[in-house]
């Protein structure tokens, strides 16, 4: 099955930024609708923002106005950027189509101190 791949988490303080990356080596999603979704410790998975292919965006209220996500649809690219990250950011982040997925990947784990 196609598999993702995240890479960018790390360790942050409280106010700091990070930029992940989701990566699509086959190209099977580079005209699909994405998004990126985080699990916390204990939480059931989230959707926290997601890009059409139109290049329309939506976010989680949680997330709106610190995150940004974009594509590079040449690249077969889909980052997130993390502004005034929070500790309730603390979370494995990762990546899938929107509407269409597939089997989960490993994630990238962000890690938000106070």
């Known amino acids: 099955q196609v598999q993702l791949v995240e890479s960018g988490g790390g360790l942050a303080q409280a106010g700091g930024s990070l930029a992940l990356s989701c990566s699509d080596p086959a190209g099977v999603f580079s005209r699909a609708d994405m998004a990126w979704f985080r699990q916390a410790p204990g939480e059931a998975r989230e959707l926290i923002a997601s890009i059409e292919n139109n290049g329309h965006t939506a976010y989680a209220e949680s997330v709106k106005g610190r995150f940004t996500i974009s594509r590079d649809i040449t690249k077969n690219l889909v980052y997130l950027q993390m502004n005034d990250l929070k500790p309730e950011d603390t979370a494995v982040y990762f990546c899938?189509?929107?509407?269409?997925?597939?089997?989960w990947g490993q994630g990238t784990q962000v890690t938000v101190s106070s």
């Open positions: 899938n189509g929107l509407l269409v997925r597939t089997e």
